[in-house]
């Protein structure tokens, strides 16, 4: 139905036996009538030494000839199963030929036998098309003669010799279109390989398919959305409006999953608005992933979704607009801004602590973030820590401890034991927080091909150096001083421990939070009170564990309890 078949045409030979003889020469002919040799389908070969081989044909009215040679010295020339070097050659079928003559001539007294089987005839690949009627547009033009029959087009092939049209069934449709009502309506639904959502059925139309989404859905059919949509829906209109049109100058950041716009709504707030860079079905289930996961959060250092947009093929999300860029550009700058001084840092990280076990043991349903790192942890003008990113997050059913996932992550955070058996745990979190505890620490980029191969992974870096007792020496000097080496040898502790190897030997992210926010309170304690006794010291040191609670609002209250096993901070002259 492509326009295309083959036929055997016949070999010419010019041989000779092991002693020299010539056992006979032959012309070889093909006429094809109507039919074209295809000029992309087919080569001229002459095997032999010192051969000559030659064709010779029409294309319309004039004449045609082409041909090439081939010789060897040694048999050890010859390339076993090779068509073109010692001992054998190759030309180029003209395109439009409809007959040829090829014929070989031995050049010189024979030397060399080739051991070659040679088959008496070759497939030929020709070309054949509707004539006699133009190209497409023509043909169409006259009914009569017109070949494409019901639910068929008409179509020109671009590597095709013959000159005219050929048919084809339209989309959707399979058969012979050259006979009438045989292109028949595919069933796309039976043969599996629609694209409609996880929560949609397939329903075959007439030449194609639609998706309709099952009850308690709403949507096209690729994008299903829960009928009680857990937020604002807010008009396309309105998201241009507020950005320009989406204009460049509003771009406030950009990922693998596309662009960040800042816009302003009506009321002049202004949002953070996500919009796809490519259409595809992973994107769609990320913002779906989003919403759900979003829906069951209520925590005030997690980023606020105020809205979407579903009248784009991927729907837009409008979060609200957090001031001060990212942890990762904050202390990763190169613009010689100030930098943040330890105090502010230690507070960013147990902020982040205290979303991620508010996800993993306090939400309605277990979250695992599984993407954290410094550039999703967003700051506001006061460095308040805002998680985001939920799209690759995973909602945990109860009673369940891991889940067989394929792998996703971001190079440099992604925990090796997930990596290496795609189970995924709440201590994948734990892993990749461990690592921007040393970013907070060191100033230094996780992956950085600008240090000593060595020291290119962060990590392996970090542990290195703690191992070897060199802590400081990695350490940014910026927010080193006397008074806070305890308290970030206490932090690197944490954050070894966080980035164990095996899951089960890290913290939860629970102890992590309620040892972080200790820190806290004790340097609060401490140094804000200017002269401390050893009493209030060695109270506060020994002082019970608090439960991890968490108000209305998802605000987290922590006290310390981990002191108790550690060496007590050593203080020198009330400080």
């Known amino acids: 139905m492509e326009g295309r078949l083959q036929v055997q045409s016949f070999v010419s030979g010019d041989c000779y036996d092991e002693n020299g003889n010539n056992n006979g020469s032959n012309l070889s002919t093909l006429h094809m009538g109507q039919y074209t040799i295809s000029d992309t389908q087919n080569k001229f070969t002459v095997i032999g030494c010192d051969s000559y081989g030659y064709i010779r044909g029409k294309i319309g009215e004039k004449n045609y000839s082409a041909g090439c040679i081939s010789s060897c010295d040694n048999l050890d020339d010859v390339t076993d199963g090779s068509c073109s070097g010692f001992g054998s050659c190759q030309t180029d079928i003209p395109k ?26 070759v497939p030929t690949s020709v070309d054949w098309a509707i004539t006699g009627q133009g190209k497409c547009e023509e043909a169409r033009n006259n009914q009569s003669y017109y070949a494409c029959k019901e639910n068929s087009d008409c179509y020109e092939p671009p590597d095709h010799s013959a000159e005219g049209y050929l048919c084809k069934c339209k989309d959707g449709y399979q058969g012979n279109p050259y006979i009438s009502n045989d292109c028949k309506d595919i069933d796309e639904c039976k ?34 959305i829960p009928n009680q949509l857990p937020v604002t829906k807010i008009c396309l209109e309105e998201l241009k409006k507020a950005t320009n049109n989406f204009d460049e100058k509003r771009i406030i950041g950009r990922g693998g999953y596309g662009t960040v716009y800042k816009g302003f709504l009506i009321d002049s707030n202004p949002v953070a608005i996500k919009k796809s860079k ?26 606020k979704l105020l809205g979407c947009c579903l009248e784009t093929q991927v729907p837009l999300l409008v979060y609200e607009y957090v001031t001060n860029g990212t942890l990762f550009e904050h202390i990763h700058n190169n613009d010689n ?39 999703n942890i967003l700051l506001d003008d006061n460095f308040t820590a805002k998680v985001s990113d939920f799209g690759a997050s995973k909602l945990v059913p109860m009673d369940v401890t891991q889940l067989s996932t394929m792998v996703q992550g971001t190079l440099g955070y992604l925990d090796p034991e997930y990596l290496h058996t795609s ?16 970013e907070l620490m060191t100033g230094m980029k996780v992956v950085s091909f600008d240090r000593h191969e060595a020291e290119r992974g962060l990590v392996m870096y970090f542990l290195f ?13 910026s927010i080193v001083n006397d008074d806070n080496k305890e308290q970030m040898r206490e932090v690197a502790e944490l954050a070894r421990r966080c980035l164990q190897v095996k899951g089960e030997e890290r913290p939860t992210m629970k102890e992590v939070a309620m040892e972080l926010e200790g820190l806290r309170r004790m340097n609060k304690h401490l140094w804000d009170n200017g002269e401390v006794n050893i009493e209030e010291t060695e109270h506060l040191l020994s002082e019970a564990s608090y439960a991890c609670n968490y108000d209305d609002g998802g605000n987290s209250t922590a006290a310390y309890d981990s002191m108790k096993d550690h060496t007590p901070v050593a203080l020198h002259g009330g400080r």
């Open 96 to 121: 439009g030929l409809k007959e040829l003559k090829s014929r070989p001539i031995a050049l010189t007294e024979v030397k060399i036998n080739l051991s070659a089987t040679i088959t008496e005839t």
């Open 191 to 224: 043969l599996g390989n629609v694209t409609c959502h996880d929560q949609a059925s397939c329903v075959n139309t007439e030449g194609n398919f639609t998706c309709e989404c099952l009850k308690g859905y709403k949507g096209d059919g690729k994008v299903c």
């Open 278 to 303: 490519i259409v595809d079905q992973s994107q769609i289930e990320q913002f779906i992933n989003e919403v759900t996961v979003l829906s069951q959060i209520n925590h005030r250092n997690v980023v």
């Open 337 to 375: 801004a100030p930098t943040i001084p330890w105090e502010t840092r230690l507070r960013i990280a147990a902020e982040t602590a205290g979303v991620l076990s508010y996800l993993h043991s306090a939400a309605a349903t277990q979250i695992i973030h599984r993407d954290v790192k410094s550039s």
């Open 423 to 438: 189970q995924l745990t709440e201590k994948s979190d734990v892993y990749s927080f461990g690592v921007v505890l040393v």
């Open 465 to 477: 150096s703690l191992k070897g007792d060199s802590l400081f020496e990695i350490l940014e000097n």
